[in-house]
């Protein structure tokens, strides 16, 4: 079996110099706020992950406790089809699919964008899993992941002709944030990544290895 990929590498060199200076320390600084303020500390492990109903790419109506009655879940969220990150991440999620459901788990992908949007996206990167459309973001409010993008962002994604106010489906500028969480088949978070800063994302190995402690005897 082929060694699972360090996203973080991936995403690394991506970004490699892609990012002016002055627009990374706009993002360092909204960062550094988020955690100052504890804005999205997301759900914790042991906590029950809060039930939920969206419509996925197609517009076909997906339950957490449908997926819940097959296994474990994966569910992870990402700020939508615009972002290069969440890109590498899906990518790298879609090739730990089967490794996922070997493990007798699903996953899912929440994201703020329309089904429509999600549909072209989720066909782009031949995603063969539920992508999932947070329309109005109560999902991501749930998980306690839902954030507000920082004023000078906004006006710097407005310059660049990305305003998420288009973009989302409830015309708003929140977001997620980047968050993964494991759940067993009992609606328990058994593990989970959360962080303020969108360049990091859990590593398909420690998902993998979540779901194993889960499926152990």
């Not at 929140?174 to 088949?185: E, M, R, S």
Request: charged share 25%.
């Amino acid at each position: 079996m082929p060694e699972t990929p360090d996203l973080q590498s991936r995403i690394d060199d991506t970004m490699n110099g892609m990012t002016p200076a002055n627009v990374q320390e706009m993002i360092d600084r909204m960062v550094d706020d988020l955690r100052a303020r504890r804005v999205t500390p997301g759900i914790e492990i042991g906590e029950a992950a809060p039930m939920f109903s969206a419509p996925n790419a197609t517009g076909e109506v997906v339950t957490l406790e449908d997926r819940l009655a097959g296994g474990p879940v994966v569910l992870s969220f990402y700020r939508g089809a615009w972002c290069p990150i969440c890109n590498i991440e899906l990518r790298a999620l879609q090739e730990s699919l089967p490794e996922i459901r070997a493990l007798g788990a699903s996953l899912i992908a929440v994201n703020p964008q329309s089904p429509d949007d999600s549909l072209s996206f989720a066909e782009k990167l031949e995603l063969d899993f539920d992508v999932l459309s947070d329309v109005d973001q109560t999902i991501a409010a749930a998980y306690r992941v839902r954030f507000t993008l920082s004023d000078e962002l906004q006006s710097l994604y407005d310059q660049f002709g990305m305003s998420l106010t288009a973009m989302n489906a409830d015309g708003s500028w929140d977001l997620p944030v980047p968050a993964t969480f494991v759940i067993d088949a009992h609606g328990i978070v058994r593990a989970r990544h959360v962080d303020p800063d969108y360049r990091k994302r859990m590593e398909p190995s420690a998902i993998l290895a979540a779901l194993r402690e889960l499926a152990a005897p």
